[in-house]
Nanobody, 124 residues
């Protein structure tokens, strides 16, 4: 029903910047809340930032003031601008969508839809 494709990860030095993108494709008409999560090896997945369809944003305390989440509703795409990166930001970053609405109806699987993940590595 929906496919989330992430891009923009990579290797950057501490203090640098990266911009992640996640495009939702499929026969959906609209996408509800979108977000970015991250997960380290052997750790639980944690929320980084979320944004509603109306543009309301929320951030984890650890990224406030450094990361900015935004979205383009016409493209069903969410972005994460990451500035002043730190080595502890190193993780696999995942895009999430909680609900989609298509001509067939509204779908909201438990946990939402997930992208394949993109690696972000920050060197010290």
């Amino acid at each position: 029903q929906v496919r989330l494709v992430e891009s923009g990860g990579g290797l950057v030095q501490a203090g640098g910047s990266l911009r992640l993108s996640c495009a939702a494709s499929g026969r959906q008409l609209s996408v509800n809340a979108m977000g970015w999560y991250r997960q380290g090896s052997g750790e639980q997945r944690e929320v980084v930032a979320t944004i509603t369809s109306g543009g309301t944003t929320n951030y984890a305390d650890s990224v406030k003031g450094r990361f900015t989440i935004s979205r383009d509703n016409a493209k069903n795409t969410v972005y994460l601008q990451m500035n002043s990166l730190k080595p502890e930001d190193t993780d696999v970053y995942y895009c999430n969508v909680d609900r989609i609405t298509t001509i067939s109806g509204t779908y909201y699987p438990r946990g939402g839809y997930w992208g394949q993940g993109t690696q972000v590595t920050v060197s010290s």
